[in-house]
């Protein structure tokens, strides 16, 4: 999620690359600034589910940013 308290979604996905280059990040916000989202999806974040959403958008969304990505040495 891009709001967060205590760290924003940005700080929250350069700790998870850290921890795992691999990791399959999709963005998640009802609000945020376009630049943020833009950086992100231009350092490798799958998508943006956009809130509100309901479970089907959300499955969907995943479906598609695991489909795209294929395999990952991080996801069992």
């Known amino acids: 999620d891009m709001g ?9 996905f350069g700790e998870l690359r850290r921890v795992d280059p691999g990791v399959r990040v999709l ?3 009802g609000y945020a600034k376009d630049t943020d989202m833009e950086y992100l999806l231009g350092q490798g974040a799958l998508g943006l589910v956009g809130k ?3 479970l089907d958008q959300l499955a969907q969304q995943l479906a598609e940013a695991l489909e795209d990505q294929g395999p ?5």
């Open 4 to 12: 967060m308290p205590g760290m924003d979604g940005r700080a929250c």
């Open 27 to 29: 963005i998640c916000s």
């Open 52 to 54: 509100p959403f309901d």
């Open 72 to 76: 990952s040495d991080s996801f069992p």
